[in-house]
Antibody, heavy 121, light 112 residues
Framework: EVQLVESGGGLVQPGRSLKVSCTASGFGFSSYWMSWVRQAPGTGLQWVAH????????SYVDSVKGRFTISRDNAKNSMYLQMNSLTVEDTALYYC??????????????WGQGVLVTVSS | QSVLTQPPSVSGAPGQRVTISCTGSSSNIGASYDVNWYQQFPGTAPKLLIY???YRPSGVPDRFSGSKSGMSASLAITGLQAEDEAEYYC????????????FGGGTKLTVL
């Protein structure tokens, strides 16, 4: 059974940093692109970042470029999102998702339960 | 403001057929990029419902179907059931700016 479990969320002040993690099981983690998708309270979904199977390629939504860094450790079946210079607009539930399809045809076939990141003073 | 436009809400009685539209532009659906659909119940993670315009993952009932034409896509649900009451999101790729995978704003389906 495919499982994605996020961790590391919490309350952080504006301008500070936070790193969230996603641990995968039940599938060959190193064979899949992985993604982060976020959902601000009471709103819709927003793709945040992708990372290639071996970590050699990464993409970000414009609003987080230069502030967020996606990474992975295939030996630990884990993916990470380092978030720096956080703003209140980054407050959201962050989902880890497995990506299927290539390039522009990508979609998200499995999702974790999400981890809450709250940015507030 | 989402790049893909969905109606905020739709409703239907049990047994009826409802459709949810997803309207894009020449930089996403109109550029022939594929559309995917997700179902989300309150307090839970989204679930893939339709991928690559019209394919259903294993376990998704055939009451759910997807289609795409021009700059729009649609999700149709036939034989509406109370358990279908949820939020539905479309998703595609947008080639404007630096490119991004984008979602619609979501549609709340109410079963009357």
């Amino acid at each position: 059974e495919v499982q994605l479990v996020e961790s590391g969320g919490g309350l952080v002040q504006p301008g500070r940093s936070l790193k969230v993690s996603c641990t995968a099981s039940g599938f060959g983690f190193s064979s899949y692109w992985m993604s982060w998708v976020r959902q601000a309270p009471g709103t819709g979904l927003q793709w945040v970042a992708h990372i290639k199977e071996d970590g050699s390629a990464k993409s970000y939504v414009d609003s987080v470029k230069g502030r967020f860094t996606i990474s992975r450790d295939n030996a630990k079946n884990s993916m990470y999102l380092q978030m720096n210079s956080l703003t209140v607009e980054d407050t959201a539930l962050y989902y880890c998702a497995r990506r299927q399809g290539s390039g522009s045809s990508a979609y998200f076939d499995y999702w974790g339960q999400g981890v809450l990141v709250t940015v507030s003073s | 403001q989402s790049v893909l436009t969905q109606p905020p809400s739709v409703s239907g009685a049990p047994g009826q057929r409802v459709t949810i539209s997803c309207t894009g532009s020449s930089s996403n659906i109109g550029a022939s990029y594929d559309v995917n659909w997700y179902q989300q119940f309150p307090g839970t993670a989204p679930k893939l419902l339709i991928y690559v315009n019209r394919y259903r993952p294993s376990g998704v009932p055939d009451r759910f179907s997807g289609s795409k034409s021009g700059m729009s896509a649609s999700l149709a649900i036939t034989g509406l059931q109370a358990e279908d009451e949820a939020e539905y999101y479309c998703q595609s790729y947008d080639s404007s700016l630096s490119g991004s995978w984008v979602f619609g704003g979501g549609t709340k389906l109410t079963v009357l």
